[in-house]
């Protein structure tokens, strides 16, 4: 839903907000964090062309704006920046993955299927 084409920033947001706020009434953010990523390992794996760098960064910027108040978030947002900026570098420069801890880079390699290489 969050990469059709013609989607506002403003609409973007409006349902990043909306999920969010239905995951965390429930008690389930972390699960909605995890499924971020796997999201982005999901579009990684399927190959290029990859979503552009603009829809990339407003799904980025959506879910930092919805999640700015909660720290619950964090580390799912921290892998997402990372993977966005290492698909949009085409997925062949992994020194990008050295932003994040070897644990955090783990965890974003194995969504990335990077480590099945």
């Known amino acids: 839903m969050l990469f059709s ?10 349902k990043v907000s909306a999920l969010f706020e239905a995951y965390q009434s429930h008690q389930f953010s972390p699960v909605l964090g995890e ?3 796997k ?10 062309p990859y979503p552009s760098s603009d829809n990339l960064e407003q799904w980025y910027s959506a879910w930092e704006k919805a999640t700015s108040d909660t720290a ?5 947002l921290r892998l997402l920046r990372t993977g ?5 570098g085409g997925g062949e420069d992994q020194t ?9 880079r783990k965890i974003l390699r194995q ?3 990077l480590d099945n290489e």
């Open 5 to 14: 084409a013609g989607r506002n920033s403003e609409s973007r947001h409006e």
């Open 35 to 37: 499924g971020l990523i």
């Open 39 to 48: 999201h982005l390992g999901w579009i990684f794996q399927q190959g290029a």
């Open 72 to 76: 619950e978030l964090g580390l799912p």
């Open 84 to 88: 966005i900026d290492f698909v949009i």
């Open 96 to 104: 990008i993955l050295l932003h994040l801890t070897s644990a955090e």
């Open 111 to 113: 969504a990335l299927g």
